[in-house]
């Protein structure tokens, strides 16, 4: 437990995650990591092995902004507006 996890350990566990279960504590689940693994890849296995080496979580790791921006031509009501 206390030996630092290599690569193919952490892509092994991030694999083995339920695609479609919850999301977990930073607000994905699963397939989010498993979908975009070639992306995050870096900064996942970084963040794990700096965890077990340093013993400290990076600050705001479980926070996350989620902004849905609507397609303008969807949300605008042409009858609404005033000329």
């Known amino acids: 437990m206390a030996a630092m996890p290599l ?3 952490i892509k092994d566990a991030s694999f083995s995650m339920n695609a ?3 999301p977990g ?5 699963g397939h989010f990591y498993q979908h975009f ?3 995050v890849y870096v900064d996942v ?9 340093t013993g400290i979580l990076i600050l705001n790791i ?3 902004i ?6 303008i031509s969807d949300c605008i009501n042409k ?3 005033w000329w």
């Not at 296995?45 to 080496?53: A, I, K």
């Open 7 to 9: 690569f193919d350990e």
């Open 20 to 22: 479609d279960g919850a």
């Open 25 to 29: 504590p930073d607000g994905f689940a």
């Open 37 to 39: 693994w070639d992306i």
């Open 45 to 53: 296995v970084s963040s794990v092995q700096e965890f077990f080496y």
């Open 62 to 64: 479980n926070s996350n």
């Open 66 to 71: 989620l902004v849905l921006i609507p397609k």
């Open 79 to 81: 009858e609404a507006i």
